[in-house]
């Protein structure tokens, strides 16, 4: 066979992109190639890197990667599954070859000038990335919302000191309780966290008063879970129906704002409706389910949440007018906090939690049942974090999610990894229910999903109020008035 150099044979000619498959005869190749690589510097090379077909050619390997640096090429491995890797000469002989993770791989050879710039950064420790706005992350490559987890971790640990901070706690809520029908208020979802802090308050003898906010979209598992739930733990409960023309003007508004806080009308109304229960019943403690340590924490760029925004999308993109809708805003938190007193619990915070044998319990003490993903219990929601965030803004709650059970050792970083390389699966069913329960035709909805993307910083909020209030929010998370969790979300190394 004649064998002849590349350069000989095509002499000076532009090359962009070289692509080789040659068994271990890709030194000689190279070594033909000298002056067309120097020629054009932003030549691309991608070639088959198998210790074995080198070794069989009589290559040594440790001089054939040598020699691939003195190109002055950047050497990156090309995976099938995940994003391009920068990679040096020590991590290819440790990871590549016979008996090794990998027989051969892809190498992709470029100008070092321009390396290869991953189109996300994932954190390395969780699986946040830069789908997320206002990531940062340190010299570790670790992102803010672990960082904020161990802050978190530290103030509410899970050791003996829990149990007695635990039972401290619970013996001044019943201590205000005295006398009262309730001792506290507890928001009910349906789903696992909110029907497992009942279940643990109960337990541990608090007279909790369960309050549902339906606005319409409860699946009729959820609606089961929270009757049975009640019911085994002889809990009282309250359920406020939202007026439903005002919320679906409401959530129709957010949807023509373009914003990716869409569900915000729900949250807002929750904590509304828990504090005026709390206030009009004398009751001093209301209980939030969030769970730093299974939930994560939210990234403000993803879901930012008051009741002026509310307002202010209303006034702009809703026709009805807003009477009944249990808003928040800066003169009823005044009135809950400091006129009723009211404050909220992270309980969940306070006590060990591992989902997965919580379901178990709650299936086998109180009829409760799984809905089939992460605040699925409503259909809006299931909705809002199946189709329209991926669609339309490329947001993956499953991300927060993941991250929080990779932090708290509930799943690994690969299986993590792995899952979110799949879409997050949606029914097409239930888009047409949600259009068909909005009122809304298909034509409506391609110009809101198409419309370009908006965010919070487009629409009056009580934001650069927040902002200018820093020092005094400071002092209120100091002395414990700001719950931690939302002074992190908003004011975390910012
Ligand atoms: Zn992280």
Known sequence: MEIVALDEYLGNIKVDFVKMDIQGSEFAALKGMEK????NPKIKILLEYSPLCLEESGVNL???LNY?????LSMNVLWEDKPMQPVTN???LQNCGVKKKNSHLNLFLQNIEEPYKPKIMICSRCV??????DIVFNQEGVCQFCLMHDLMAKKYPLDERSDRELEALVQKIKASGKNKRYDCVIGVSGGTDSTYMIYVAVKAGLRPLAVHFDNGWNSEIAVRNIQNATKALNVDLET???DWEEFKDLQIAFLKASVSDAEIPTDVAIHGVLHDVAAKEGIKYVFFGHSFRNEGIVPVSWTYMEGKYVNSIHKKFGHKKITSFPNITLW?????????????IPFVNYFKYDKLKVKKLLEEALGWRYYGGHHHESLYTKFFQSYYLPKKFNIDKRILEYSAFIRTGLMSREEALRELNAPYPYEEDAVDYVLGKLGLSREEFNQIMSAPRKSFHDYPTYY???RFLKPFIYVGFKLGFVPEIIYFKYFYKT
């Open 62 to 64: 440790k001089i054939f």
């Open 464 to 466: 650069p109020l927040l």
């Open 128 to 133: 946040s990335d830069t789908t997320i706005s």
């Open 332 to 344: 009823t938190l005044f009135y809950y906090r400091v006129i009723k007193g009211i404050q909220c």
């Open 68 to 72: 691939l640096n003195s190109l002055n």
């Open 36 to 39: 067309m690589i120097e020629n």
């Open 90 to 92: 020590e991590w290819l």
């Open 240 to 242: 406020v129906v939202a």
